[in-house]
C-alpha cells in the first residue's frame, strides 16, 4: 500500500492506495485526515464604522477593481467574487471612501465584511 496526503479546499487527507494486479478485485481506499499545522488565531478585528460591503454568498475573492481608500460611487463595482466558476461584480451600497477588509485570493463565506465604505 502506497500513502500519500491529499489537499481538497484547504482539508488535508492522508490516503492508502493498494495496487491492484491484473484479475484481482479494486482494493478500497481508506481516507484519513492528516495531521495539521495548528494555525494561529487571527488577532480581533477592529470594531467597523461606515457601510459594510458583504459577501452575497460564499466565494474566492478574484480582483480588486479599485484601489484601498479611493472614493466610490453607489452601485460602483469594487470588486470580483468568483462562485461556482462565476465572475461576480460586488458594488458599494454607498459613495464613500473604501477600505477593503479582505485581500485577493481569500476564500469568504456568505455575510462576510468584504469592505466597509465610511
Known amino acids: ?6 489537499t ?15 484479475g484481482q478485485a479494486p482494493a478500497s481506499v481508506a481516507a484519513a485526515p492528516a495531521p495539521v499545522q495548528p494555525v ?9 464604522s461606515g457601510e459594510k460591503v458583504l459577501s452575497p454568498f460564499p466565494g474566492l475573492i478574484k480582483k480588486l477593481l479599485v484601489s484601498e481608500g479611493a472614493t466610490v ?7 470580483v467574487l468568483e462562485a461556482m466558476k462565476m465572475d461576480n461584480d460586488i458594488t458599494a451600497p454607498c459613495d464613500g471612501k ?3 477588509k479582505t485581500a ?3 476564500n ?4 462576510a465584511v468584504l469592505a466597509v465604505i465610511g
Do not use: C, H, W
Request: glycine share 8%; no cysteine; aromatic share 6%.
Open 8 to 22: 481538497i479546499e484547504g482539508k488535508s487527507y492522508e490516503v492508502g492506495v493498494e495496487e491492484v494486479g491484473a
Open 98 to 100: 473604501i477600505s477593503f
Open 108 to 111: 469568504v463565506e456568505t455575510n
Open 40 to 48: 494561529q488565531a487571527a488577532p480581533a478585528a477592529a470594531p467597523v
Open 73 to 79: 460611487k453607489k452601485d460602483q463595482p469594487v470588486l
Open 104 to 106: 485577493v485570493g481569500s
Open 1 to 6: 500500500m502506497r500513502k500519500f496526503i491529499v
